[in-house]
């Protein structure tokens, strides 16, 4: 079971929004702003998508924005396109002794 | 550009020990920790530990605390991952990453090793 809890699947059409929630406790989403959200196709190593709860890097599409509101952080996906079919996995601090805990992923679906 | 080149895919025994290697290029590997992260087939992503060295300080995951240990070499800009008391479960791909911190606390990770497949199997 992970620390974060996450939907399994999510799905949308070409051109909707989707929302992704990422559900923890006041001892890592809760209580620090280092939320981050990774995307990852098969076979591929992670990317970055989000960091501290709603910074963009640098290449990522503006599509992609990041929030939280209590112990819950959230990834929305504006305008769905084919290749952002993927499983995306959330992150945070813990000022437990995990020290950084991962959320069990969410496969979208771009139907 | 950063640039994570990690080592290759091993077959071990179980009970064995595998060190995983991680060689950074692009950056100023100091100044940055790196993490080491592993997803098992079809599961999701289980961070392990990380190693900061600059200050040569490791940081371990509770559940690999006594089976995991993460060095670095500044001189090379390679970090490593080496695990002990290998079982089937550790099957997995290992990933390192250059993690950004804030006074030591993990931020995020933001460039990401090619993965190395490490099949534990008797």
């Known amino acids: 079971q992970s620390a974060l809890t996450q939907p399994a699947s999510v799905s949308g059409s070409p051109g909707q929004s989707i929302t992704i929630s990422c559900t923890g406790t006041?001892?890592?989403?809760?209580?620090?702003?280092?939320v981050s959200w990774y995307q990852q196709h098969p076979g591929k190593a992670p990317k970055l998508m989000i960091y501290d709860v709603s910074n963009r890097p640098s290449g990522v599409s503006n599509r992609f924005s990041g929030s939280k509101s209590g112990n819950t952080a959230s990834l929305t996906i504006s305008g769905l396109q084919a290749e952002d079919e993927a499983d995306y996995y959330c992150?945070?601090?813990?000022?437990?002794?995990?020290?950084?805990?991962f959320g069990g992923g969410t496969k979208l679906t771009v139907l | 550009q950063v640039q994570l080149v990690q080592s290759g895919a091993e077959v071990k025994k179980p009970g064995s020990s595998v060190k995983v290697s991680c060689k950074a290029s692009?950056?100023?590997?100091?100044?940055?920790?790196i993490s080491w992260v592993r997803q098992a087939p079809g599961q999701g992503l289980e961070w392990m530990g990380r190693?900061?060295?600059?200050?040569?300080?490791?940081n371990y995951a509770q559940k690999f605390q006594g089976r995991v240990t993460i060095t670095a070499d500044k001189s090379t800009s390679t970090a490593y991952m080496e695990l002990s008391s290998l079982r089937s479960e550790d099957t997995a791909v290992y990933y390192c990453?250059?993690?950004?911190?804030?006074?030591?606390?993990?931020?995020?990770?933001?460039?990401w090793g090619q993965g190395t497949l490490v099949t534990v199997s008797s």
């Open positions: 990453a250059r993690e950004v911190m804030q006074q030591l606390v993990w931020r995020f990770v933001d460039y």
């Open positions: 006041s001892s890592d989403v809760g209580g620090y702003n280092y």
């Open positions: 692009g950056g100023t590997f100091s100044s940055y920790a």
């Open positions: 190693i900061i060295p600059i200050l040569g300080i490791a």
């Open positions: 992150s945070s601090y813990t000022s437990s002794s995990t020290f950084v805990v």
